[in-house]
């Protein structure tokens, strides 16, 4: 009898692909470390599907994850899904474009000096034009429903064919500090700005974020839009030992060994909703 699946999704924290562009340090301490989905899957007796790529944003995470949901149906043990934040958008193109609004935009204005991102991407060109204009009033209050709907939909699909599953965010959904940087400096329109309490007032209203809490609570780390209930706020407590360097702070091998005695943890809570 073959085993069944654990289905896992997210960027690059966990990516088994991932590899540091940090090049101050040894390469051996850039990548090539099991990730946490291959560490969870061995002591789980499971089957490894890995769907996760770096920088991707949730719209595509929730699509990968949707896909092999419908075509591995009741095959699928377990899914677990290490949501990426609100601001990355992602292109269907023939080089796989993606956009993280606020690192690109930064990156074509000649600010911030980001050699892995593609400072010539006509699209990324396209968004800062647009930011540079009147702002849609609900631009906010859009991205963050998408992102919302998306976790509902994996949710209920989980749901649908009795799929254990656990959500969890890797980095934070939005980072504030990055967004009043480019604010303060006048490189998008003022129609854009958006205060840290509006944006925790559109979380806490969104319909979908509420149904999530109301119907899974147990299946997701709630409020999930908070910094502190992310991945990336516990092994920044112990940078040296759980990210990669200063310049990187993506979990060392020893922190996807965390993440995923994390996630164990997380899934014995939630799997009392399933007995």
């Known amino acids: ?89 992602d292109f269907h193109d023939k080089k796989k474009n993606l956009i993280n609004i606020p690192h690109d935009l930064l990156s074509i204005w000649g600010k911030k000096k980001d050699i892995h991102r593609a400072k010539k991407n006509i699209l990324a060109k396209a968004y800062a034009e647009m930011f540079m204009e009147i702002g849609e009033n609900n631009f906010w209050e859009n991205i963050i429903t998408d992102t919302f709907r998306n976790m509902w939909l994996v949710a209920e699909a989980c749901n649908k064919y009795n799929i254990k599953f656990v959500f969890r965010q890797g980095i934070s959904l939005l980072d504030h500090h990055i967004w009043n940087e480019i604010y303060d400096e006048g490189l998008i329109c003022s129609d854009y700005r958006i205060e840290e309490v509006n944006y925790y007032t559109l979380c806490d209203t969104n319909k979908y974020a509420k149904m999530l809490n109301k119907e899974y609570k147990k299946n997701i780390s709630y409020p999930f839009w908070e910094y502190d209930t992310s991945i990336v706020a516990f092994t920044n407590k112990y940078p040296k030992k759980l990210t990669i360097s200063e310049m990187d702070r993506h979990p060392s091998a020893e922190g996807q060994q965390l993440i995923s005695k994390y996630m164990a943890a997380a899934l014995d809570v939630s799997s009392a909703s399933y007995m």
Not at 15 to 43: A, T
Not at 45 to 68: F, V
């Open 1 to 89: 009898m073959s085993k069944k699946i654990l289905l896992a999704g997210g960027d690059s924290f966990t990516d088994p692909k991932f590899f540091s562009m940090d090049k101050s340090i040894d390469s051996k301490k850039r990548g090539g470390w099991p990730m946490w989905p291959e560490i969870l899957g061995k002591q789980l007796d499971l089957k490894i599907m890995n769907t996760a790529d770096s920088g991707r944003g949730n719209d595509y995470i929730a699509k990968q994850i949707l896909d092999k949901i419908y075509e591995y149906k009741d095959k699928i043990d377990t899914c677990i899904v290490l949501w990426s934040s609100i601001d990355r958008h």
